[in-house]
């Protein structure tokens, strides 16, 4: 797996590192990342960051744009942090971290980047795993008329995601019960990244 390093401002580069998937013992050791793509039904581009807990299986937010460039990425991820509290780590495949403004962000961050291997999947498996689920249960049974559309059925999604589905992985416990019993309690905040979902739903169920 790649690693990040840092040398004179401004310069950095990637060298091989092995880390095996392992859980973490406290949540927001490692946070894995990836984008996922849709339309709506104008033909416009979906690009939902999503963001899970390593330790937790919580997804922690799924923001949801048109367009997220790297300047507007590291501006979420400070929203996600505000709300959250930082991560020592995140791990990702070759798309959200990449970019300059990223691993700057990170760097000033004091933020580790770890970058799985090209075509292995697999070392990036949790948030993988809720890929396959948001990808099968929630955006192909929708068609979204808008962005605010696609915004208010994804935290929903998310919600009861976390909220009400049991994880064989976590000993049958949901992410918020799992999270509850590691040392430090429970991190949930209240709040979404999403507006249009606030307005709809309310500010109950974490960010």
């Known amino acids: 797996m790649g690693q990040f390093y840092f040398g004179d401002p401004g310069q950095f580069y990637i060298g091989a590192n092995s880390h095996p998937l392992l859980r973490p013992a406290l949540a927001n050791e490692v946070w894995s990342m990836d984008f996922v793509f849709d339309r709506v039904a104008t ?18 937010a799924v923001p949801v744009e048109h367009s997220m ?7 979420v991820l400070d929203a996600v942090c505000s709300l959250r509290g930082k991560p020592q780590v995140i791990r990702n495949g ?3 971290v990449t970019g300059k403004a990223m691993m700057m962000w990170a760097h000033r961050q004091g933020i580790e980047l770890r970058l ?14 809720f890929n396959g ?5 929630c955006l192909n049974e929708h068609w979204f ?5 696609a915004k208010r059925v994804i935290e929903t999604f998310r919600r009861e995601y976390n909220e009400e589905r049991t994880k064989k992985s976590l000993g049958g416990l949901s992410p918020p019960s799992k999270q509850s019993s590691l040392p430090g309690g429970p991190l949930q905040c209240r709040k979404t990244l999403n507006p249009s979902a606030n307005e709809q739903g309310g500010a109950s169920g974490g960010l």
């Open 145 to 149: 008329t808008s962005l605010d559309h």
């Open 69 to 75: 460039g790297g300047e507007h990425l590291t501006r």
């Open 133 to 137: 689920r948001l990808r099968d249960e």
């Open 116 to 129: 799985i291997e090209p075509g292995k999947p697999n070392q990036n498996a949790y948030v993988e795993s």
């Open 43 to 60: 033909g416009r581009t979906l690009k939902c960051l999503t963001v899970v807990d390593d330790a937790t299986h919580e997804v922690i």
């Open 94 to 96: 070759d798309g959200p």
